[in-house]
């Protein structure tokens, strides 16, 4: 049973595969570190074909649910997790945004940055997959592929 399960998923992945590389958008996300078939297919899915539908990143942000939201009240300010959102998408692009730790090292130095100033693995990831969604979005938007000095120009500077 295990094996006729396994060649299921391998035939499934294959036609997953197959499917989304006739994507229009499939090069350009792709492109994106730590966004492979699966991965790509399945934020791809979640945020829809429309190319107008968001009408900035801002918008994409909120709806994968990466954009914080501050509350204030006098002198307290709290920056909290958005709980209205798409679940699948929000989980995909935590999933993403680790697999980018490691895929670019743009990704990696802000996340470290983060790390050193005091937010947590959690709020760190949040914040990387915030940035990747508006990078997702200026590429979708101009129909360009990733390009690693671009997404991260501060990065690049400090290494050069």
């Known amino acids: 049973m295990i094996t006729t399960l ?3 998923l391998i035939q499934l992945t294959e036609q997953l595969e197959h499917h989304f590389e006739i994507h229009p958008d499939a090069e350009i996300v792709r492109s994106l570190p730590g966004l492979g078939v699966v991965l790509g297919a399945r934020v791809v899915a979640e945020f829809g074909d429309d190319p107008t539908r968001y009408a900035n990143p801002k918008a994409r942000k909120n709806y994968a649910g990466t954009a914080p939201i501050t509350r204030a009240s006098g002198k307290r300010q709290v920056v909290v997790a958005r709980l209205a959102r798409n679940r699948r998408l929000a989980d995909a692009c935590y999933l993403w945004a680790f ?3 490691t895929a670019s090292p743009g990704a990696r130095a802000y996340y470290d940055r983060l790390r050193a100033a005091g937010t947590t693995h959690q709020q760190a990831l949040r914040a990387l997959a915030n940035r990747l969604v508006g ?4 590429c979708l938007r101009h129909r360009t592929t990733y390009n690693e000095l ?3 120009p501060a990065t690049t500077q400090h290494a050069a």
């Open 99 to 101: 697999s980018a730790l």
């Open 135 to 138: 990078v997702l979005h200026g």
């Open 6 to 8: 396994n060649l299921q």
């Open 150 to 152: 671009q997404a991260w």
